[in-house]
């Protein structure tokens, strides 16, 4: 939660939990813990996710709160929104598991259902697969553990780390940067090349051609019609400003119509699953002789589970949120059940292909339409601001379950865990994580402040910064969201995933730009050979070591954020400042690429 407040960057718990429970099963001696281990991971994972969908709205409540002292915000709203959200995110999953996990087996990546898989595998086997596992754990784990924790190197390197690159960045908004950690470039390797093209495809369109294009073409204006805020013309503004401001919103807008291509697409499932729903609900059997490695839990369960918890949320908004306004209740559980059973198969996409969550930009587009929404049935001003943002925190830790979700049940169809099972125990995970969740958030506003600039906030914040004129009468970015949403219809019509496109345009490019890097050497090391099987090997050889960089990268920091939140700083800022902190930092990221490669092709010949 600290760290997802302090960077906009939350990290997956999957990974560590997964070292942790073959750490305790392998030091108490256990065999055959594997089983156990699934399931761990699976609970243990409910944490990242149930941060990740409380941190992006409701800390917006104390920004806000700021500004308009009339609001209130107590911890059983964070709670019940956190825990609502989270079994609405599993009881809508379940019916998609099948297409996403068995039926499409071989067809996405699952980067990070791959690298937890890797480390409970070879938590279990032992040996020469633990052995690369461990050592490039390590590697990894240390190298992004020096980084965070002692700053001997820059984390990014830039192009204004020399003076035309200064000058480029200032007077053409051309600039171009790229994260040298391992973790990253670990996620890279596992994506591949063909999805790390597209994306950096999505992410180089946004900083080579719409952030100059936009200072070319509009230079001298003050666009600031949907954020009065702005007071600086786009030929005053910093590269990262104009894609803050401007283009992030055509990412968003793609990565909305990219859902709803992909809801139109899925609707055959969507029919399947409320279907097979029905039937159950009817009375009538369904298929008996169904493997025990494909059961779920019974359709009966699932649609008297999801009615039964829409209507808590119902009660919630007529109670709490709404202030006893009948309307304005039923219109709320209509748009969060609409919006987070349809975005449910955009959120399980994008995990599947790049192993992150665009769980922001719908939830961004959820506030909007809400806002939009309550605004028209007379729900304004501060009341109606918290209204919108508890919606929003209910249908983004929705979608956040859902995405997190749906690696666990991959992980678990690679392993043979009964899906079931890990359906039942994750909703013991999002209780204890709703109640530790909105504890946290208000712990670390009494110690912090959100709007202190300690802790950043950055989806939050910009959350605050979208609804506040939206409850006050200004409009939204509806020309730049109109632009991605055309630009996700004509990739779609060329059969370019427009999802990936547009996964590009919203995350920051230097988070990007590690998976085509990664994604290259993934090519290098399966192409070298002439002999197929010894391609195959490298390529498995290289997605265990870059299994390692992810889990130690991911581990480490935790650790780091930990030894930060304890008051342990050792970052030199003046060194980080200096250009040369950027060229030490190619100079180490030159170093892991050349370990990954000669370890990846270094493999035991036959």
Known sequence: AYLGLKVGQVFEAAIPIAIIAVGVSSAAKRKGALGENVIIQSIGACSGVIVAGAIFTLP?????QDKYPEMTVDFMQMFISSLLGGILGILFLIPFRKYFVSDKHGEYPFPEATASTQVLVSGEKGGSQAKPLLIAGLVGGLYDFIVATFGWWNENFTTRVCAWGEVMADKAKVVLKINTGAA?????????LKYAAIICAGSLAVWLIIVPGMNLLFGDQLLNAWNPS????ISEMAPETIFKEYAKSIGIGGIAMAGVIGIFRSWGIIK?????????MGGKKTDNNVKRTQKDLSMKVIAFGSIFTLLLTFVFFLTDVMQGNLLHSIVAILLVAGISFLFTTVAANAIAIVGTNPVSGMTLMTLILASVVMVAVGLKGATGMVAALVMGGVVCTALSMAGGFITDLKIGYWLGTTPAKQQTWKFLGTLVSAATVGGVIMILNKTYGFTSGALAAPQANAMAAVIDPLMNGV??????????AALAFVLTYFNIPALAFALGMFIPLELNLPLLVGGAINWYVTTRSKDERVNNERGEKGTLLASGFIAG????????AAMRFGGINLV????LANPMS?????VAYALLIFYLIKASMNIQKK
């Open 184 to 192: 990253v470039l670990g996620l890279g390797y596992i994506i591949g």
């Open 475 to 484: 409009g939204a970015p509806w020309l730049l969201y109109g632009i991605g």
């Open 60 to 64: 917006a409540l104390y920004i806000l």
């Open 582 to 586: 950027e060229l030490a930092s190619l």
């Open 572 to 575: 030199n800022d003046a060194w």
């Open 272 to 280: 399947s699953a409320v279907g097979l729903a029905a039937k159950e």
């Open 230 to 233: 702005i007071t600086q013309t």
């Open 553 to 560: 990268g991911a581990l480490m920091g935790v650790v780091s």
